[in-house]
């Protein structure tokens, strides 16, 4: 006796938990949505790749920087470049200590000469610094994809 009720419980729990996961998402109007749309096979579209809006480095100005501390944007074209790799690094040829005032280009900020655990300046780029587009991004025309409200705080220029 004791035993089906148990059963019986646990039963009940059961379909009450496979329920609630069989729920379908509704969204504020009540619709059914889904994030995959009704194909869950179809594989996902990557989105389409975009041209950058910047031209050849040394044909337009910075962007302005929206908050302190931010890695400026890149505002020249980087399509063309060569990929970063361990051995060669294209943006320090012009950004680099040794090339920037040749080349007229801004010069790689101070805290990319700071070791990493001790903080103290260095005669080479810390290594942690190598791979620039991991922080330093460049401007294609793309629409934030949710609204909001992030008002640029003004500022100088961050070392
Ligand atoms: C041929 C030289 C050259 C190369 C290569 C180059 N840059 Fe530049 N970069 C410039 C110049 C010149 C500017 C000044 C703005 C302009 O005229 O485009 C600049 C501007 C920038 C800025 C804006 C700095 C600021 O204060 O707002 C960033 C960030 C930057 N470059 C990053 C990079 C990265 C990352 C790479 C490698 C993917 C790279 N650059 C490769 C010449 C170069
Ligand atoms: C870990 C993130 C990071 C990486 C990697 C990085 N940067 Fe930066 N960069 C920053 C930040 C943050 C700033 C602004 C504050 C400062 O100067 O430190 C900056 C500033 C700059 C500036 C403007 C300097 C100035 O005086 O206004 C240039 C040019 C630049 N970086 C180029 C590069 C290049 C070229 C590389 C690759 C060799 C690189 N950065 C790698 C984060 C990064």
Avoid: W
Avoid at 71 to 100: M, R, W
Avoid at 120 to 140: E, T
């Amino acid at each position: 006796m004791k035993n089906t009720l148990q059963f019986a419980l646990v039963a009940l729990a059961t379909s009450a938990l496979s329920f609630l996961a069989a729920t379908p998402a509704l969204s504020a109007e009540g619709a059914v949505q889904s994030l995959r749309g009704v194909d869950a096979q179809a594989a996902d579209q990557a989105p389409e790749e975009k041209t950058q809006l910047g031209r050849r480095p040394g044909s337009q100005k910075v962007v302005p920087r929206t908050f302190d501390k931010q890695p400026p944007v890149i505002p020249h074209a980087t399509e063309n470049f060569d990929e970063i790799t361990l051995e060669e690094n294209q943006c320090l040829s012009c950004h680099g200590p040794a090339k920037y005032k040749e080349k007229k280009a801004p010069k790689i900020g101070v805290s990319h000469f700071r070791n990493q655990q001790t903080g103290k300046l260095m005669k080479q780029v810390s290594s942690a610094r190598h791979n620039c587009v991991q922080c330093h991004v460049p401007q294609v025309d793309a629409q934030p994809l949710v609204e909001n409200t992030f008002q640029s705080v003004p500022q100088g220029k961050g070392k």
